[in-house]
Every structure is written in structure tokens, then in C-alpha cells.
């Protein structure tokens, strides 16, 4: 069986092609999920009989998956075996050959999938390694890395259009940005905007504005942006916007020290030649955050490295003060941003 990429995947649901075992995995679980439905539907149509669909979650007795594997389905070409969450940590020594045997053994009748959307498995120990190359060997599998920004931007045009709505490329993107590139968050958020708005009309970067509520994350980085460019009246404005949702200073002091970590690290791997990837790559960052690197990295151009070690001291200090004693919060964060700009 093979282990097929994104597009070939959804090339062969499109046309109807399915295998009998399935394995999805990887960080970005949204799509985990979404392709399982899609194989779902395309299988059994929009209401499948029930008898039909079996849905499980972690892993279930192995004697009792193998007996609804074998068992035909009822006035259809298929029956559907969803499984979420299977954990092949967690299989037991005893059962490693018995699991093999069973998703060697599914007849063409039944669609047995695995999906992981909030389970992850290391091939460190000999075991999982074992029972991986069992899947790969037997199953269709695809691994979900998270997407880029312009790429989930994509995704939220086709899902914009399909509600006969519009939006910019542009815009798309950014509501990708201020959702933290998180799938589940932008679907969301993108399904809030077509509601919001009427069939035929666009969905304009005002209206993300209004609507949406930008992540934590994604204000901070904006703060930090505004400090950078020593815009005060606009950081002063961001600051408050974090206080109206109830931000607590030791959040946005939190924060606010990573986005200036960033900058440090990013700042002196450009200064040694490094590249944004390699610095993904070697200071442990997850990959939605690749295009947040990517940015800082071309912005850490304009500044100087001291600044940086100051503004993290700054920073330190405040978010001990916070943690010690009992101060005015708001009060607080000014000072911190006074001193920053």
C-alpha cells in the first residue's frame, strides 16, 4: 500500500478509488479529520444507513474490530470503520501480531480508517516501529503537515466561494494570520464571515476586522510589530484591545518575551548566515509557526541586537514585579510599553 501525499489522496476520493485500510496522521489534525469524513462520504453518500457506519474512538478489542471488519454490509457497496485516536503506543505486546493480521485481512467490502487528531506516536522503541511498518505496509497512508499561511488562504477562498461569497487573496490570508494559521480556528471563523455576510457580496478586511477575534498570539506579534516600528499611538491602542478581552499582564508579558526570543534568535542566526528554515528546524519551533520565523527573520534586519537583549530585560523584570507583587496591571504594561518604545 502506499503512502501517498495530499493530492493524490484527494484525487482518488474524487474519483472513487478507495483501499481498504486507511492511516492519516501528523500536527495538522484538522485535515486528519476532514479526509476521513470526505472517504465517509464519498463511500456510504451524505446519509448512510447506520448499520454501515461504525465510529470508534482509542483502541477498541481487537477481537470485536475483526468481527465488524468481516461483516458485509447491509444494501450497499461498502461499509465505513472510523477509528480516532488509535494508539499505537498503547497496542499491547500481545496483540502487535493480531493487529497486523487484521488489517492485512479486510476485505474489500469494508473502509477501515485510522485518523489521529489528538494522538501522536514516536518510532523510538522497536514496537511502534514494528507496527508502523505493518500499517505503511498494508494501509493507505498520508501524513497531514500544518500548512502555510498562503496556502490555508487558498483553502478559505474555495470554502468562501463554495457559500457564493468573495474574498480577496489578500484578505484570505490574512484572516490565516490572525487565526494563528490554525485550521479549525480559520474554518471556523471563515464559516461566522459567510453567515455574516449576504450571497454575492464580499467579505472585506473590515469585516474580518469587526468579526473576528485575533488570537493572543497574533496581537502580541502586531504589539511587538508596533513597537518595533515605534508606532506609539498604535501600540497603545493594541494595548488596550488585549485589556477589552480580559488579557491578563502576565499573559501579554509572556508573550511579548517570546515574539522578542524570536527576534533574538532569528536575529543571530541571520547574523551567522543561518536561513528561517534551519532555524525552524533547530530551535524545536512547531511548523505553523515556519511563517511567523520566516517575518521576523526579514524584520530583524532593522534591528540591532542590543536593543533586543534590553527590551527582553525589560520585559523580565516587569513579568517578575507582576508575579511578586500586587500592582495595577494596566498601569504596569504602559510603563513596559514607554520604556520599549
Known amino acids: 500500500m502506499p503512502v501517498i501525499t495530499e493530492t493524490k489522496l484527494s484525487a482518488d476520493i474524487k474519483k472513487g478509488v478507495f483501499y481498504p485500510v486507511y492511516f492519516f496522521y501528523g500536527e495538522e489534525a484538522f485535515l486528519t479529520k476532514m479526509y476521513a469524513d470526505r472517504i465517509k462520504t464519498k463511500a456510504l453518500g451524505e446519509q448512510p444507513i447506520d448499520i454501515?457506519?461504525?465510529?470508534?474512538?482509542?483502541n477498541p478489542d481487537l477481537s470485536v474490530?475483526?468481527?465488524?471488519?468481516?461483516?458485509?454490509?447491509?444494501?450497499?457497496e461498502h461499509k465505513v470503520i472510523m477509528i480516532n485516536d488509535f494508539s499505537i503506543e498503547k497496542v499491547a505486546d500481545s496483540d502487535v501480531e493480531p493487529f497486523k493480521e487484521i488489517i492485512q485481512n479486510v476485505p474489500d467490502t469494508t473502509i477501515l480508517i485510522f485518523y489521529l487528531t489528538n494522538c501522536t506516536f514516536s518510532l523510538r522503541s522497536e514496537k511502534v516501529k514494528k507496527i508502523f511498518e505493518a500499517i505503511k505496509e498494508n494501509?493507505?497512508?498520508?501524513?497531514?503537515?500544518?500548512?502555510?499561511?498562503?496556502?490555508?488562504?487558498?483553502l478559505i477562498c474555495k470554502k468562501v466561494a463554495k457559500q457564493k461569497r468573495v474574498i480577496s487573496r489578500t484578505t484570505a490570508e490574512y484572516l490565516a494570520e490572525i487565526t494563528a494559521c490554525d485550521m479549525t480556528m480559520a474554518s471556523t471563523?471563515?464559516?461566522?464571515?459567510?453567515?455574516?455576510?449576504?450571497?454575492?457580496q464580499e467579505i472585506t478586511r473590515e469585516i474580518v476586522d469587526r468579526t473576528v477575534a485575533k488570537q493572543l498570539e497574533t496581537k502580541v506579534y502586531t504589539l511587538s510589530d508596533a513597537i518595533i516600528s515605534k508606532n506609539k499611538n498604535k501600540a497603545f491602542t493594541i494595548l488596550g484591545e488585549l485589556f477589552e478581552q480580559r488579557a491578563k499582564a502576565v499573559q501579554i508579558l509572556s508573550s511579548l518575551g517570546d515574539a522578542y526570543a524570536d527576534y533574538y534568535y532569528v536575529k543571530t542566526a541571520k547574523e551567522k548566515g543561518i536561513i528561517p528554515q534551519q532555524v525552524v528546524e533547530e530551535f524545536g519551533y512547531n511548523k505553523k509557526r515556519a511563517f511567523i520565523v520566516s517575518k521576523k527573520y526579514n524584520e530583524s534586519a532593522k534591528m540591532d541586537l542590543?536593543?533586543?537583549r534590553n527590551a527582553i530585560e525589560i520585559i523580565f523584570e516587569a513579568d517578575t514585579k507582576c508575579k511578586s507583587i500586587n500592582v495595577n496591571e494596566k498601569l504596569l504594561m504602559e510603563e513596559v510599553l514607554l520604556k520599549l518604545l
Open 65 to 76: 474490530l475483526s468481527e465488524q471488519i468481516q461483516a458485509v454490509p447491509f444494501f450497499a
Open 52 to 58: 454501515n457506519l461504525l465510529e470508534m474512538s482509542g
Open 139 to 154: 494501509a493507505c497512508v498520508c501524513e497531514f503537515t500544518p500548512l502555510n499561511q498562503m496556502k490555508i488562504g487558498e
Open 306 to 308: 542590543n536593543d533586543i
Open 189 to 200: 471563523e471563515t464559516a461566522k464571515l459567510c453567515s455574516y455576510v449576504d450571497e454575492g
